[in-house]
């Protein structure tokens, strides 16, 4: 018998027509060198360039398959929809602009298992001055805020428990918190070093004030909704 697929890749896309052609030659390296049987599901975030032609024409192979969104609704939204539709054990995310490489998930698997959700830290950052200092600000404000002591929280390379990704509570922003909303829910996480590029293709989705001000309020929102989450334990049942 044909061994089951043990692990979705999650790729959301917006306007990556650029990025994509070498992306697809990375992730199919990635699929025959993975020891966990992979398969790849983009997410396709109502582009208007010509991504959607381009997974279309990917998804006929047996190892892709692609969701495409009735209208553009942001990277947390995409990433849901992804989560919402993984059916392996094992769901993993990694953004189109290669930024990060699919083949550092190799360094994950020994943890995978272990832990609830593996999280990548990127070394070396190779980004915009702005963008650099941009996210260290918002990282200091929600580490002090929520205090996770997740070094990384937006580092583009994960791998989680299926069954409590699709459990957690899900909001705009969220993309930023998945390490805290794991933990929120009882789950174990692990951060592990990870390589970091320079984006080749296409161009940034975001400029100062989603990257900066977003990320404030969006710390705001998880504060409030930390405080309101409903947990409990049972003593005796009959």
Request: hydrophobic residues 40%.
């Given at each position: 018998m044909?061994?089951k697929?043990?692990?979705?890749?999650i790729?959301?896309?917006?306007?990556?027509e650029?990025s994509?052609?070498?992306?697809?030659?990375e992730?199919?390296?990635?699929?025959?060198?993975?020891?966990?049987?992979?398969?790849?599901?983009?997410?396709?975030?109502?582009?208007?360039?010509?991504?959607?032609?381009?997974?279309?024409?990917y998804s006929?192979?047996d190892e892709?398959?692609?969701?495409?969104?009735?209208?553009?609704?942001?990277?947390?939204t995409a990433?849901k929809?992804?989560?919402?539709?993984?059916?392996?054990p094992?769901?993993?995310?990694?953004?189109?602009?290669?930024?990060t490489h699919?083949?550092d998930f190799?360094?994950?698997?020994p943890?995978?298992?272990e832990?609830t959700?593996?999280?990548?830290?990127?070394?070396n950052r190779?980004?915009?001055?702005v963008?650099?200092?941009s996210?260290r600000?918002a990282?200091?404000f929600?580490?002090w805020?929520?205090?996770?002591?997740?070094?990384?929280?937006?580092?583009?390379?994960?791998?989680?428990?299926?069954?409590?990704?699709?459990?957690?509570p899900?909001?705009?922003?969220?993309?930023?918190f998945?390490p805290?909303?794991?933990m929120l829910?009882?789950?174990?996480?692990?951060?592990?070093?990870?390589r970091h590029?320079?984006?080749?293709?296409?161009?940034?989705?975001?400029?100062?004030?989603?990257?900066?001000?977003g990320?404030l309020f969006?710390?705001?929102?998880f504060?409030?909704?930390?405080k309101?989450?409903?947990?409990?334990?049972?003593?005796e049942?009959?």
């Open positions: 044909e061994k697929y043990s692990l979705t890749v790729v959301p896309v917006f306007n990556e650029e994509l052609p070498r992306l697809k030659k992730l199919d390296q990635f699929i025959r060198k993975s020891p966990e049987k992979t398969k790849i599901l983009f997410v396709d975030d109502h582009s208007i360039d010509g991504s959607l032609e381009l997974i279309r024409k006929e192979e892709y398959d692609y969701l495409s969104l009735e209208k553009n609704s942001g990277l947390s990433l929809a992804g989560i919402d539709h993984v059916d392996t094992y769901a993993a995310y990694i953004d189109a602009d290669l930024q699919p083949m190799l360094l994950f698997y943890y995978m298992r832990y959700l593996i999280n990548g830290i990127r070394q190779s980004d915009t001055f963008k650099r200092v996210s600000i990282n200091a929600r580490r805020m929520i205090k996770d002591n997740i070094q990384d929280t937006c580092c583009p390379l994960k791998i989680m428990h299926t069954q409590a990704a699709q459990e957690i899900f909001f705009k922003g969220m993309h930023r998945l805290a909303l794991i829910k009882g789950g174990t996480v692990k951060e592990i070093p990870v590029f320079p984006r080749i293709a296409g161009e940034a989705k975001y400029h100062l004030f989603n990257r900066l001000v990320p969006d710390t705001f929102a504060v409030w909704m930390r309101r989450n409903i947990q409990y334990k049972i003593q049942r009959s």
